[in-house]
């Protein structure tokens, strides 16, 4: 599996952006994506977590629920992250993975594919 995070850019806080995570290869081996954030100096968090297959059902962290939101489009590959209400400390590195497992983790070592982040960075 093949993923590409992009949508990522410079916004004032209040602002919104939305992410896009294209998925290729062999998607079918994928049950579940996830986002996660890397802000500088700082380790690898979660942020986000979607079903990839079936009924859709989702995870958020705390910081982010309400003002995140995380959906898919099974047809075209695709996983979103609306992020909306955005805070200076929301400035991180996305990410984009997928896991073949069926738990819908917030863990990382869980996720077995990851792509290349995209940058996210909100202004004060």
């Known amino acids: 599996v093949q993923l590409q995070a992009s949508g990522g850019g410079l916004v004032q806080a209040g602002g919104s952006l939305r992410l896009s995570c294209a998925a290729s290869?062999?998607?079918?081996?994928?049950?579940?994506m996830g986002w996660f954030r890397q802000a500088p100096g700082k380790e690898r968090e979660p942020v986000a977590a979607?079903?990839?297959?079936?009924?859709?059902?989702?995870r958020y962290v705390d910081i982010v629920k309400g003002r995140f939101t995380i959906s898919r489009d099974s047809p075209k590959n695709t996983v979103y992250l609306q992020m909306s209400s955005l805070k200076p400390e929301d400035t991180a590195l996305y990410y984009c993975?997928?896991?073949?497992?069926?738990?819908?983790?917030?863990?990382?070592?869980?996720?077995?594919?990851w792509g290349p982040g995209t940058l996210v960075t909100v202004s004060s």
């Open positions: 290869g062999r998607t079918f081996a994928s049950n579940v």
């Open positions: 993975a997928a896991t073949r497992s069926g738990m819908l983790s917030l863990h990382q070592a869980d996720y077995d594919y």
């Open positions: 979607i079903t990839w297959n079936g009924s859709t059902r989702t």
